[in-house]
T-cell receptor
């Protein structure tokens, strides 16, 4: 069974640009969560989508947005990139809530903003 | 604000020895769920162990066990018979409901000495 895949794995952008990251969950999983990981802040929750609806949202500015498609694949978009957006972005998929079902993480997308 | 604190940024253990990783959390909720996640150098995060706050019995998964002290809001992870493959960053996390988001600590880097 294929794991969670994220594309691209590495990305370099400049300030002011926008970026779209993609996450393909494990087949059958309907929940996709996104996290930002930085050395200073650790792992911070961005948002979760379940069956194409945003179910939970973290404390990030509106420049960070996401969506989920009918096949459960998810994308996150960051507009007007700032240097502080440089981070590893992880997505995780599961059948449902994190309590009943284990979350499986992808390898991450390393975003560097110059 | 609900927080998770991992006060030790790094720890080291000799192979075959036992190590305990500390975690404290702060919540006003009476029912919640606690997790330890492992992130090896390859970056794919995996679930190590989980604990429901309403259960008094400490969770155990093979060489991994927790010491859950609800009154003290403490949730430490004990790794017995440490192996080289245990070297990773370990994150403590919790959520307050079955469909709520995960809140992570900043993580602790564990190294294993051969």
């Amino acid at each position: 069974k294929a794991g969670v895949t994220q594309t691209p794995r590495y990305l370099i952008k400049t300030r002011g640009q926008q970026v779209t990251l993609s996450c393909s969950p494990i087949s059958g999983h309907r929940s996709v969560s996104w996290y930002q990981q930085t050395p200073g802040q650790g792992l911070q929750f961005l948002f979760e989508y379940f069956s194409e609806t945003q179910r939970n949202k973290g404390n990030f500015p509106g420049r960070f947005s996401g969506r989920q498609f009918s096949n459960s694949r998810s994308e996150m978009n960051v507009s007007t990139l700032e240097l502080g957006d440089s981070a590893l972005y992880l997505c995780a998929s599961s059948f449902g809530g994190v309590v009943q079902y284990e979350q499986f993480f992808g390898p991450g997308t390393r975003l560097t903003v110059l | 604000a609900q927080t998770v604190t991992q006060s030790q940024p790094e720890m080291s253990v000799q192979e075959a020895e036992t190590v305990t990783l500390s975690c404290t959390y702060d919540t006003s909720e009476s029912d919640y769920y606690l997790f330890w996640y492992k992130q090896p150098p390859s970056r794919q995060m995996i679930l190590v162990i989980r604990q429901e706050a309403y259960k008094q019995q400490n969770a155990t998964e093979n060489r991994f066990s927790v010491n859950f002290q609800k009154a003290a809001k403490s949730f430490s992870l004990k790794i017995s018979d440490s192996q080289l493959g245990d070297a990773a960053m370990y994150f403590c996390a919790y959520c307050i409901g079955p469909n709520s988001k995960l809140t992570f600590g900043k993580g602790i880097t564990l190294s294993v000495r051969p």
